[in-house]
C-alpha cells in the first residue's frame, strides 16, 4: 500500500499534535469547510503506524464531509486521531492537551465521540476546549449519539424497502445484524417492534447473550460469515468497515443492505459488484448520519433538543429513497448517486460565501 500523502486528496488542512509529556499523538483532518465548520469524532486507537493513523483520519474526514452534506447540515467534514490504546493510554493529562490543540483551530473543527471516546472524555476535552459536541447529558449535550444512528440506519432500511418491495413495512421480513454493540442494539428493538425475523451476531459473545435474554425470539448466527449466507431479505453490517468485498458479496442472500457500519465497500468496484448482483445499496453515510444530526444539534444557540433532532433524523427515509432513485435513473451505483448528491450541495450551497455579507 502506498505511503498516503500528508496533504490528503483535496483536504484543506492537516494538523499534527504532539504533547511529549502526556503521551498525546494526534491528527486532525479537514477536508472541506465549505458549509461550514467541520464536525466529526476522535478516534483512540492503537495503529499500527502513524502512516495508518493519516490514512484512516484522511479517509474518516472526507467520509465526514460527505455525511454531513447529505444530512442537510451546515457542517463541513473533519476528523481526528489519537494513536494509542485507550484502555492503557487514555488520561486526563491527554486529552486535556489534545483540548488544547483542537482549540487552536478557533472553531474551524468541532469535535465528539467515535471509536474509543466516550462523551465524558468530551467533557474533559471541554476543560480546554469551546468546540466540544457529543456530551454527558448532564452537561447540556446530546449523550448517547448511537439512539439516533440506529433510529436513521432503520428509516434508511424502510426506504430501502419502499424502493424493493413498493412497501416500508419490514414486518415478516428476515433482517440479519452483524454487530450488536450499541448502535445494533438500538436496531434490534426498532425491528422487533415491527415484527422483523432478526438474526444476529458478533465477535462477543456476551453482547448476543444479553441481546437474546432481552429478546428471546432472536436467532443467533456462529459468525459473520454464516449470517451472510443466511436465508435474509435485509443484511445490516453494523461492526467494523470492508464489510462488502468480493467474497461477501458473491455469499450474500439479502436483496438489500442497510447498516451502520462506516466504509462498508471494501473498495469503489464493489459498489458495482452490488449494483450487477440486483442488491440494493443503501449507502452507508447516508443512513448512519443519525449520530451527527443528533451531537450536531447541541450547536443550536437554544440548546440541545433530542425531539428537534430526531424530527431531522426522520429524513433519512426521504434522502436514502432520493438516492437510490438517482441512481435507478442515472444508471449509475448507489454510492455514486449518494457521492454526486453531496458534492451538488456542497458546490451550490459552499459558492454563497462568495456573496460578501455587510
Not at 496533504?7 to 461550514?36: K, M, N, P, W
Not at 466529526?40 to 483520519?57: K, N
Not at 428537534?308 to 427515509?317: P, Q, S, V
Amino acid at each position: 500500500m502506498s505511503t498516503p500523502s500528508s496533504f490528503g486528496t483535496h483536504h484543506e488542512q492537516v494538523v499534527f499534535c504532539h504533547d511529549e509529556a502526556s503521551g498525546l499523538r494526534a491528527i486532525i483532518a479537514l477536508y472541506s469547510t465549505a458549509l461550514g465548520p467541520g464536525l466529526g469524532g476522535t478516534r483512540f486507537f492503537p495503529y499500527a503506524s502513524e502512516s495508518d493513523a493519516l490514512a484512516d483520519v484522511l479517509n474518516l474526514s472526507q467520509g465526514m464531509a460527505y455525511k454531513n452534506a447529505l444530512a442537510g447540515l451546515d457542517l463541513g467534514g473533519g476528523k481526528a486521531v489519537i494513536i494509542g490504546d485507550p484502555r492503557t493510554d487514555k488520561s486526563e493529562a491527554l486529552l486535556r492537551a489534545y483540548g488544547r490543540f483542537v482549540q487552536t483551530l478557533a472553531g474551524r473543527y468541532f469535535t465528539a465521540c467515535d471509536v474509543g471516546t466516550f462523551s465524558t472524555d468530551m467533557d474533559v476535552i471541554a476543560r480546554e476546549c469551546d468546540y466540544v459536541t457529543g456530551r454527558t447529558v448532564e452537561h447540556g449535550g446530546a449523550g448517547d449519539s448511537s439512539v439516533l444512528t440506529a433510529f436513521g440506519v432503520y428509516q434508511g432500511m424502510r426506504a430501502s424497502a419502499q424502493f424493493t418491495w413498493g412497501d416500508t413495512s419490514l414486518a415478516g421480513k428476515r433482517v440479519g445484524i452483524a454487530g450488536v454493540g450499541k448502535v445494533g442494539r438500538h436496531l434490534t428493538a426498532h425491528l422487533v417492534q415491527e415484527d422483523a425475523r432478526v438474526v444476529v451476531t458478533d465477535i462477543d459473545p456476551a453482547a448476543v447473550a444479553r441481546l437474546v435474554e432481552q429478546y428471546p425470539g432472536l436467532e443467533v448466527a456462529g459468525s459473520t460469515e454464516e449470517l451472510i449466507a443466511a436465508d435474509l431479505d435485509v443484511y445490516a453490517p453494523c461492526a467494523l468497515g470492508g464489510a462488502l468485498n468480493e467474497t461477501s458479496v458473491e455469499s450474500l442472500t439479502a436483496r438489500v443492505v442497510a447498516g451502520a457500519a462506516n466504509n462498508q465497500l471494501a473498495h469503489d468496484g464493489v459498489g458495482k459488484l452490488v449494483a450487477d448482483r440486483g442488491i440494493v445499496y443503501a449507502p452507508d453515510y447516508c443512513v448512519n448520519s443519525g449520530g451527527v444530526i443528533q451531537v450536531a444539534d447541541e450547536l443550536d444557540p437554544s440548546g440541545f433538543s433530542f425531539d428537534r433532532a430526531k424530527a431531522r433524523a426522520t429524513g433519512i427515509f426521504d434522502t436514502t429513497l432520493a438516492v437510490l432513485e438517482r441512481a435507478a435513473s442515472e444508471g449509475i451505483t448507489t454510492a455514486e448517486a449518494a457521492d454526486r448528491q453531496a458534492e451538488q450541495r456542497i458546490r451550490e450551497i459552499g459558492r454563497l460565501a462568495q456573496i460578501r455579507l455587510p
